[in-house]
């Protein structure tokens, strides 16, 4: 089984700059692709900052903060990703973008790379098809914060050889992480599971039952939960939550999964979560 020395990321929103350093953090040698250089240079920046807030609570120090950062080099352009090992890509949850952005990628990046999806939700098939090499891609799919955060899902979606998805296991536990494998259905374990929960709290605000503090009140003290499902829905991004609410309802036609009215009004009014500073709550 090959293994992984250098990783490409593309994307550099909250999950992007997340998964560079993880796979910094792992020893990999990371090359972080934005579409702009700003985009890049500011993903690299809140590394350098999250990593910093961690040397000041004493969880790390200056020489290990040198070391991830001194793996990660950043790009505007994708060819700058011709020689890794293994790409995952982690833009905005759109199949269509994503379908296009594989394409490219597969004409770029060397024959013999994995290339994989940080999709929370599409069919990793679809984008597996493509490319030429539907045999070398897969999901891995991390979840946020990408540095704290101790599971991901190994998505395999029918097209993907038995190593790919090996190599993919220990691409992810050579990160530190907990593997799972999943196969391609919408949403795979957690948010097939966690995103009809969401979607019943913004119905039950929508009812009125109670206030959206409230509401986060209990599910942290009734049920011991990190965090209310609001707080929640803000961390990770409104946008990206109703596209995984529209591709879950795509593929079960579950009514727990139409999305609220008051989610699609949020996204349509930009209020996206604490990507822009205002979502339920205000930042
Ligand atoms: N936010 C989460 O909690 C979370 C958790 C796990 C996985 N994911 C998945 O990670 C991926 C990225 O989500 P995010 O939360 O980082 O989103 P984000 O909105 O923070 O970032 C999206 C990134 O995509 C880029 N982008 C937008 N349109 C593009 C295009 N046409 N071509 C290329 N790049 C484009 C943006 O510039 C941005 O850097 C999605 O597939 C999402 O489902 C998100």
């Not at 948010?191 to 599910?219: K, Q, S």
């Not at 942290?220 to 529209?246: Q, R």
């Amino acid at each position: 089984m090959a293994d992984i020395f250098a990783v490409g990321v593309v994307g550099a929103g909250i999950m992007g700059g997340g998964l560079a350093e993880v796979a910094a953090r792992g020893g990999h040698d990371v090359v972080l692709h934005s579409r702009t250089r700003h985009g890049a240079e500011a993903a690299l920046a809140t590394i350098v900052a999250g990593l910093d807030r961690q040397i000041a609570k004493g969880r790390s120090t200056i020489d290990e903060r040198q070391a991830i950062v001194g793996r990660i080099g950043i790009t505007d352009s994708l060819d700058d990703l011709a020689d890794c090992d293994l790409v995952i890509e982690s833009v905005v949850e759109d199949l269509a973008t994503k379908k296009l952005l594989f394409a490219e990628l597969d004409a770029v990046v060397k024959q013999s790379a994995i290339l994989a999806t940080n999709t929370s939700t599409l069919p990793v098939v679809d984008i597996a098809m493509s490319t030429r090499r539907p045999e070398l891609v897969c999901g891995i799919h991390f979840f946020n914060p990408a540095a704290t955060m101790r599971l991901v899902e190994v998505v395999q979606p029918i097209t993907a050889s038995a190593e790919t998805i090996n190599r993919a296991v220990a691409f992810a536990e050579r990160c530190g992480k907990q593997a799972i494998t999943v196969q391609d259905h919408a949403g795979f374990v957690v948010n097939a599971l966690l995103f009809p929960y969401l979607n019943a709290a913004i119905r039950m605000l929508e009812r009125g039952t109670a206030d959206m503090e409230a509401i986060d009140t209990a599910m942290c003290g009734g049920c011991g939960f990190p965090m209310g499902p609001f707080a929640l829905l803000d961390l990770v991004g409104l946008d990206t939550s109703l596209a995984i609410l529209d591709a879950l309802y795509a593929e079960s036609a579950d009514a727990g999964c139409a999305a609220a009215p008051t989610l699609r009004r949020m996204v349509s009014a930009g209020r996206l979560g604490r990507k822009t500073g205002r979502g339920f709550y205000q930042y």
